[in-house]
């Protein structure tokens, strides 16, 4: 991913609206590209940061995009397993219907 993928992906990734592995690669460029974690560390100011503190409440920048960029790890490593199971699943299926068709051909 080039400097002007993770640009454009800022946004999106802070409305939390990233497929898994536009987000993937998102975080491994953001976490290697300190002038993107810049970027991305300005616009989570002015998004978040500013609401914040125009209610009133305290707001620690690095502490907060730390945990933001945690948690979207923790989010994706999550789907990924979710996608890992579904497949195991259906290969589950698909075995239990193949060992169902030899059962009904050899026990016929
Ligand atoms: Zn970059």
Redesign the pocket.
């Known amino acids: 991913m080039t400097?002007k993928d993770?640009d454009k992906l800022i946004p999106l990734f802070l409305e939390d609206d990233l497929d898994n592995r536009d987000l993937a690669q998102f975080l491994d460029?953001v976490e290697h590209?300190p002038?993107?974690k810049e970027e991305l560390t300005i616009q989570f100011l002015v998004r978040v940061g500013m609401q914040r503190l125009e209610d009133g409440n305290t707001f620690n920048l690095k502490y907060e995009l730390d945990n933001l960029l945690k948690d979207a790890q923790r989010r994706l490593n999550f789907r990924k397993k979710l996608v890992l199971f579904s497949y195991g699943l259906e290969f589950a299926v698909v075995a239990m219907s193949a060992v169902t068709l030899f059962l009904a051909i050899i026990l016929r």
């Open positions: 400097c993770a460029h590209c002038e993107c």
